[in-house]
């Protein structure tokens, strides 16, 4: 399979706990975003890379939300002290940066979060 | 900032019949994408359909098609001779084509579409 793929699938976590979740793009991508879906609604966006350069934090939801692509490869995402309305489902996206489809991410199939 | 409205929550269609679904969004830019993509009870975001917007043809993929209507900003989806595999959430999205950019999605509330057998 050489889509994007996404670990956990299913988290589920007690409030206060801290989770880090993982994304690799498509190989050939070097752009990946991160999105936040909450039940009911479109995703909203996070953050972005260009290779391993975190090109756009500020969409970030508070300082307890942090992401890294060390080596432009794959990304963590993760959330300190997590608080019950962190519950959603985290998308991982991925695209080109250049080229007729630059413009299109692919998406993975996302972590659903459950914070209790 | 840009915004994309979808402002039909669902809608059901017959098997095999056609359905239209509505966007609209706000920009004052004058180069952008569109997007639909479409999300089944799996959860996994599918692309179905892109536009880009200097271009006056409207996109195509087998069943699915655009009305895209840059002065109305408006972004219609066709779907045509609907199956029961089409049933999922469809998401209408922007991007800006400004280099500057973050490149982000904005995205619609969502539709549900419902088909019948």
């Known amino acids: 399979d050489t889509g994007v793929s996404q670990d956990p699938r299913h988290k589920i976590t007690k409030r206060g706990q801290n989770v880090t979740f993982r994304c690799d793009p498509i190989?050939?991508?070097?752009?990946l975003y991160w999105y936040r879906q909450t039940l009911g609604q479109g995703p909203e966006f996070l953050t972005y890379f260009q290779n391993e350069a975190q090109l756009e934090k500020s969409r970030l939801l508070s300082d307890r939300f942090s992401a890294e692509r060390p080596k432009g490869s794959f990304s963590t995402l993760e959330i300190q002290r997590t608080e019950q309305g962190d519950s959603a489902m985290y998308l991982c996206?991925?695209?080109?940066?250049?080229?007729?489809?630059?413009?299109?991410?692919?998406f993975g199939p996302g972590t659903r979060l459950l914070v209790l | 900032a840009q915004t994309v409205t979808q402002s039909q929550p669902e809608m059901s269609v017959q098997e095999a019949e056609t359905v239209t679904l509505s966007c609209t969004y706000d920009?004052?830019?004058?180069?952008?994408?569109l997007f639909w993509y479409k999300q089944p009870p799996s959860r996994q975001m599918i692309l179905v359909i892109r536009q880009e917007a200097y271009k006056q043809q409207n996109a195509t993929e087998n069943r699915f098609s655009v009305n895209f209507q840059k002065a109305a900003k408006s972004f219609s989806l066709k779907i045509s001779d609907s199956q029961l595999g089409d049933a999922a959430m469809y998401f209408c999205a922007y991007r800006s084509a400004l280099i500057n950019s973050n490149y982000q999605l904005i995205w619609g509330a969502g539709t549900k579409l419902i088909i019948k057998p």
């Open positions: 190989s050939e991508h070097n752009r």
């Open positions: 996206a991925s695209s080109f940066t250049a080229g007729p489809y630059q413009e299109t991410q692919y």
């Open positions: 920009t004052s830019e004058s180069d952008y994408y």
